[in-house]
């Protein structure tokens, strides 16, 4: 069973890498540019795939690649439904909230969402709280900092400016995503009818 788990994981993330690598081929015409948002929608989700270079590319799959082993029991279609919802989450974010935001490329919104949801997730492991906390704290820290004093060194790392915003964005999205899972959870068993024996 867990050699099956273990396939899966590999198997998801080697689709993943690949799907993404093949988008940075032709990437011009899968970035976030607000002046088509509506005309070419399929960028309010691909625009999250491809990266303004292959350094760019290299940081955000190994932060990728980490997050099913850092948080094991985290389903995969837990993340696939993550990665479906928060590119849309964060690109109607841009369009609507930040206007200044002519063009975005890169996972690293979403992988900020990704590990905030999967932390909070891991919340309700007893065993797990601690490492949960210290990632929220991490993350948080990385926010406020960022807000506060500009991004971190990444930008020389990957030749571009680094948009914060849809880091802060990317830990929204997770945030909200957690708290509808949890509320669907919650209403589910209240709409279950027990089982009396």
Known sequence: MHDQILIKKILFLAISLSFSACLQVFHQFFIYWRSVFFTEPWRWWTAHWVHVGWMHYFLNML???????????????????????????????????????????????????????????????????????????????????ENTFGSLQTAELIGSPVLVEAHLLGVIGGILAVMIYFIYRYVKTLLTPQRKF
């Open 63 to 145: 932060a990728f690649v980490c997050l099913p082993f850092i948080f094991p029991q985290v389903k995969i279609r837990y993340l696939i439904g993550l990665l479906l919802t928060l590119p849309i989450f964060i690109s109607f974010c841009f369009y609507y909230f930040y206007p200044n935001v002519e063009a975005y490329a890169g996972l690293s919104g979403v992988l900020h969402g990704l590990y905030v949801a999967c932390a909070l997730y891991y919340l309700k492991f007893k065993s797990e709280r601690q490492f949960s906390t210290l990632v929220l704290g991490l993350v948080l820290a990385k926010i406020i900092w």
